[in-house]
């Protein structure tokens, strides 16, 4: 068994951090989510008793932000084969075409729009 991986596409300012911000509170992560854009990745622990059915049987919630990623090998030095490899992290990707060939094949997936 691998991680989930969901990786979150759109353009940018579509709403991509805001949904992993309100996904994080769903599974119960009470301190401030911010941006990973420049930090590239921030985990966070996943308490049992508040992610409810949403989070069962994940320990931690990885944000990773790729959009300043220029290869797919810079996501490889910060522990990516490592991330995938526990099937308790849940990995929330933004900007996943960046490193396309890193991401699982039953990968989940949103698309986001802006609404016009």
Do not use: F
């Given at each position: 068994m691998f991680a989930t991986v969901i990786a979150?596409?759109?353009e940018l300012g579509s709403g991509k951090t805001h949904f992993a911000q309100a996904f994080g509170k769903?599974?119960?992560i009470i301190e401030n989510m911010p941006s990973p854009t420049f930090v590239i990745m921030r985990?966070?622990?996943i308490d049992p008793?508040?992610?409810g059915h949403v989070g069962a049987g994940f320990k931690k919630?990885?944000?990773?932000d790729a959009y300043r990623l220029e290869k797919e090998?810079?996501?490889?030095?910060?522990?990516?084969n490592e991330l995938i490899k526990s099937p308790e992290n849940l990995i929330l990707i933004e900007?996943?075409?960046r490193v396309e060939g890193l991401i699982p094949k039953d990968a989940k997936r949103i698309l986001f729009k802006h609404e016009k």
């Open positions: 979150l596409q759109g769903v599974l119960g985990s966070y622990d008793t508040k992610a919630l990885i944000h990773i090998e810079e996501l490889l030095h910060l522990g990516w900007w996943p075409e």
